[in-house]
């Protein structure tokens, strides 16, 4: 490789792979997503290692699937380790800047009452970076302002009363007669949401959350424009609450959507949590999907404007040709697929698959798509490779810069590994879903439940029709096999790192 490139990685949260125009939604309108896939790279089947916020987090920044770092749920800190990605570029020379959502220790006390919330301010770095901005999606712990979710907000040690929040303070500070909105997310005092977690925000635009986190991106870029630079541009959209600033909720006409994926029986062969998580979110979905997916769309329009502005901001200033953009997300979202809503134990593609664009100018050939499996885990070692850094132990993704470069043409991986140990703090026992996806078959084996599930992708992309796993039992224990050889395979790093 030439001189070490700058690098931006733009992550989002919660976005399914579909919910791009260049991935053929005719109903979200994203054109400046749209031109980076254009100009690059296009991974059309990218997974998660686990699809809640915390856990896939940590696989981008240590490299390792959760079995090895050990963040197999929400509530888990991620391990600071010198092997992580803000401290590994930051030994080989790139200035370092973190701006958005990391999530990268707990944010909320329902699973430890004595939990102290971090500092991140403190100290040369935070995780390897030594410039950050940062924001989170719930904002129930940043002030004493009540919010739709947490009506009494003072808490009983308020010493150690609040998370910090950049973003929040910077409202209070600069914008003072926003700030009480800001802190309610856009929903005005008095006003109710149309249902739960849906209302379009009163906010501005130019005050909004993701406005915010590209503009702290764009400054870090003039600051460290001699390079070389990584910035992490993370925003906290289009997460839940679903509420798009009202200008931008009212470019979409949701008469003119597709509706949910759905048929009426299909989780007959689905297991148990599966059918009691239908039975808890499907009402509101049902009655109000239209309007859910118009403020999904809005807030990714939002989303979508911020990175035209930050593609210009690299052209204006002459950066754009050494610098490596890569876009994805950290999970997906259900958006009333299936009945279901947001995210939980079940590996439907909505969920664990998400969007991957890589654009390198000169480099990665422009316009092209990857057919092959791919996992967000590889990431890591795709930056660490186009930084000089040369991925070993103990990383466990692959680095992707020879099939971007057209070098290799088979797949990356077989298969993908997807895992989940829980989902939040009200289940004892924590329940486990772990799943295998290969090129056609999707196995899904829940550990508590003694449940197994296989879909084929080919034949049912929708996953409407799981097959009758008694009626295939070489196929189920063949893939059960490569299950257990994968988790395997993941696990035995733990070792490696010294972490048990």
Same mark, same amino acid.
């Given at each position: 490789?030439?001189?070490?490139?700058?690098?931006?990685?733009?992550?989002?949260?919660?976005?399914?792979?579909?919910?791009?125009?260049?991935?053929g939604?005719?109903?979200?309108h994203?054109?400046h997503?749209?031109? =980076?896939?254009a100009?690059?790279?296009?991974?059309?089947?990218?997974?998660?290692?686990?699809?809640?916020?915390?856990?896939?987090?940590?696989?981008?920044?240590?490299?390792?699937?959760?079995?090895?770092? @050990?963040?197999?749920?929400?509530?888990?800190?991620?391990?600071?380790?010198?092997?992580?990605?803000?401290?590994?570029?930051?030994?080989?020379?790139?200035?370092?800047?973190?701006?958005?959502?990391?999530?990268?220790?707990?944010?909320?006390?329902?699973?430890?009452?004595?939990?102290?919330?971090?500092?991140?301010?403190?100290?040369?770095?935070?995780?390897?970076?030594?410039?950050?901005?940062?924001?989170?999606?719930?904002?129930?712990?940043?002030?004493?302002?009540?919010?739709?979710?947490?009506?009494?907000?003072t808490?009983?040690?308020?010493?150690?009363?609040?998370?910090?929040?950049?973003?929040?303070?910077?409202?209070?500070?600069?914008?003072? +007669? %926003?700030?009480?909105?800001?802190?309610?997310?856009?929903?005005?005092?008095?006003? #109710? &949401?149309?249902a &739960?977690?849906?209302?379009?925000?009163?906010?501005?635009?130019? =005050?909004?959350?993701? !406005?915010?986190?590209?503009? $702290?991106?764009?400054?870090?870029?003039?600051?460290?424009?001699?390079?070389?630079?990584?910035?992490?541009?993370?925003?906290?959209?289009?997460?839940?609450?679903f509420?798009? &600033?009202?200008?931008?909720?009212?470019?979409? /006409?949701?008469? !003119?959507?597709?509706?949910?994926?759905?048929?009426? @029986?299909?989780?007959?062969?689905?297991?148990?949590?599966?059918?009691?998580?239908?039975?808890?979110?499907?009402?509101?979905?049902?009655?109000? %999907?239209?309007?859910?997916?118009?403020?999904?769309?809005?807030?990714?329009?939002?989303?979508?404007?911020?990175?035209?502005?930050?593609?210009?901001?690299?052209?204006?200033?002459?950066?754009?040709?050494?610098?490596?953009?890569?876009?994805?997300?950290?999970?997906?979202?259900m958006?009333g697929?299936?009945?279901?809503?947001?995210?939980?134990?079940?590996?439907?593609?909505?969920?664990?698959?998400?969007?991957?664009?890589?654009?390198?100018?000169?480099?990665?050939?422009?316009?092209?798509?990857?057919?092959?499996?791919?996992?967000?885990?590889?990431?890591?070692?795709?930056?660490?490779?186009?930084?000089g850094?040369?991925?070993?132990?103990?990383?466990?993704?692959?680095s992707?810069?020879?099939?971007?470069?057209?070098?290799?043409?088979?797949?990356? $991986?077989?298969?993908?590994?997807? !895992?989940n140990?829980? +989902?939040?703090p009200?289940?004892?026992?924590?329940?486990?879903?772990? !799943?295998?996806?290969?090129?056609? %078959?999707?196995?899904?084996?829940?550990? /508590?439940?003694?449940?197994?599930e296989?879909?084929?992708?080919?034949?049912?992309?929708?996953?409407?029709?799981?097959?009758?796993?008694?009626?295939?039992?070489?196929?189920?224990?063949? #893939?059960?096999?490569?299950?257990?050889?994968? @988790?395997?395979?993941?696990?035995? %790093?733990?070792?490696?790192?010294?972490?048990?």
């Amino acid at each position: 490789m030439a001189a070490m490139p700058n690098v931006l990685l733009i992550t989002t949260d919660q976005h399914r792979f579909d919910a791009l125009g260049c991935m053929g939604n005719r109903d979200v309108h994203t054109p400046h997503i749209d031109r =980076l896939a254009a100009q690059g790279v296009t991974f059309d089947r990218c997974y998660v290692t686990n699809p809640v916020c915390m856990p896939s987090r940590a696989s981008l920044l240590t490299g390792q699937f959760p079995d090895a770092n @050990g963040v197999r749920r929400n509530g888990i800190p991620v391990p600071d380790v010198a092997f992580g990605l803000g401290r590994a570029v930051r030994q080989h020379g790139m200035r370092t800047g973190m701006f958005g959502k990391t999530h990268f220790a707990s944010l909320r006390r329902d699973y430890d009452a004595s939990y102290q919330f971090p500092d991140w301010r403190r100290g040369d770095d935070y995780y390897g970076f030594t410039t950050r901005a940062i924001t989170h999606d719930l904002k129930d712990y940043v002030s004493d302002v009540p919010t739709m979710t947490r009506p009494n907000p003072t808490p009983a040690a308020p010493e150690r009363a609040f998370v910090l929040d950049d973003y929040i303070n910077w409202m209070h500070e600069h914008y003072p +007669e %926003w700030y009480r909105l800001a802190v309610r997310e856009g929903l005005a005092e008095g006003q #109710l &949401p149309l249902a &739960p977690e849906l209302w379009s925000s009163e906010l501005p635009a130019d =005050l909004h959350q993701t !406005t915010w986190i590209s503009e $702290r991106t764009m400054e870090f870029i003039d600051e460290q424009r001699e390079g070389p630079f990584f910035a992490w541009c993370s925003f906290v959209d289009p997460h839940h609450p679903f509420n798009a &600033p009202r200008a931008y909720r009212e470019r979409y /006409d949701p008469a !003119t959507f597709a509706p949910p994926l759905w048929e009426e @029986g299909e989780l007959t062969h689905r297991s148990p949590y599966h059918r009691d998580r239908h039975q808890q979110s499907t009402a509101p979905f049902k009655e109000h %999907w239209r309007e859910y997916r118009a403020q999904y769309y809005a807030m990714i329009s939002l989303i979508d404007d911020q990175v035209g502005r930050l593609l210009r901001h690299l052209d204006d200033r002459g950066l754009t040709e050494n610098t490596l953009v890569i876009f994805t997300s950290d999970h997906g979202e259900m958006l009333g697929d299936h009945g279901l809503a947001r995210k939980g134990l079940f590996h439907y593609e909505p969920l664990i698959h998400v969007p991957l664009l890589l654009r390198w100018p000169d480099r990665f050939m422009a316009g092209s798509h990857q057919p092959g499996i791919v996992q967000t885990v590889d990431i890591t070692a795709t930056i660490l490779e186009a930084a000089g850094v040369v991925p070993q132990l103990p990383y466990q993704g692959i680095s992707l810069v020879p099939w971007c470069c057209g070098e290799r043409g088979d797949a990356p $991986r077989a298969y993908a590994l997807v !895992t989940n140990c829980g +989902e939040g703090p009200h289940y004892d026992p924590w329940p486990e879903l772990r !799943t295998l996806v290969t090129d056609r %078959w999707k196995l899904h084996a829940y550990v /508590d439940e003694d449940h197994i599930e296989v879909d084929d992708l080919i034949e049912d992309p929708g996953e409407l029709h799981p097959l009758r796993v008694q009626e295939h039992p070489d196929l189920v224990r063949q #893939l059960l096999g490569r299950l257990v050889d994968a @988790g395997s395979a993941a696990a035995v %790093w733990r070792r490696q790192a010294g972490r048990w």
